[in-house]
T-cell receptor, first 107, second 114 residues
């Protein structure tokens, strides 16, 4: 079965500390994975996709097929990173979503 | 201003009443989606449409209905058959081509059943 798991509902770190939001997936085939972010009072939006291998707002995510993971990382957290983060897997014209992780950056 | 517009932002309904949520996009996207967002459950797919006059049920379609008579519009009706309709509803659209998994979202509609 295709599934996306985000094991942490809530993650709280201090400003300047490293951040890692975990995402594991279950998929037969070559996955297409995404991270979406929802800031307070803003609409849900794409943060980054694994195909692009890009860094957005200091965040990166590497696809590890051996561990079936797509963790989101940032070396130094900033207060404006506080938001809800969703990992998603594209399959059959739709996205399969993780339950989301709420990230809180403490000053 | 291009994008997806959902209305109303807030809606109150009495039990037993149907209510329709509007979703309009001017991005010229073929695919449109309706999700329900509940705390701790992520986004759950209600219905989606890949093309005008065609739509498919998602994971939680019971108690909901949709139509896709125009490319720009994908309204969602929450019927009285939906047992727990109080929720935040998100509409999204997706363009064709290489960026297959990139969805564009509306601001959402919060429905409260009194």
């Amino acid at each position: 079965a295709q599934r996306v798991t985000q094991p942490e509902k809530l993650l709280s770190v201090f400003k300047g500390a490293p951040v890692e939001l975990k995402c594991n997936y279950s998929y037969s085939g070559s996955p297409e994975l995404f991270w979406y972010v929802q800031y307070s009072r803003q609409r849900l939006q794409l943060l980054l996709r694994h195909i692009s291998r890009e860094s957005i707002k200091g965040f990166t995510a590497d696809l590890n097929k051996g561990e079936t993971s797509f963790h989101l990382k940032k070396p130094f957290a900033q207060e404006e990173d506080s938001a809800m983060y969703y990992c998603a897997l594209y399959s059959n014209y739709q996205l399969i979503w993780g339950a989301g992780t709420k990230l809180i950056i403490k000053p | 201003d291009g994008g997806i517009t959902q209305s109303p932002k807030y809606l109150f309904r009495k039990e037993g009443q149907n209510v329709t949520l509007s979703c309009e996009q001017n991005l010229n996207h073929d695919a449109m989606y309706w999700y329900r967002q509940d705390p701790g459950q992520g986004l759950r797919l209600i219905y989606y449409s890949q093309i005008v006059n065609d739509f498919q049920k998602g994971d939680i379609a019971e108690g909901y209905s949709v139509s896709r008579e125009k490319k720009e519009s994908f309204p969602l009706t929450v019927t009285s058959a939906q047992k727990n309709p109080t929720a935040f509803y998100l509409c999204a659209s997706r363009g064709a081509g290489g960026r297959t998994g990139e969805l564009f979202f509306g601001e959402g509609s919060r429905l409260t059943v009194l």
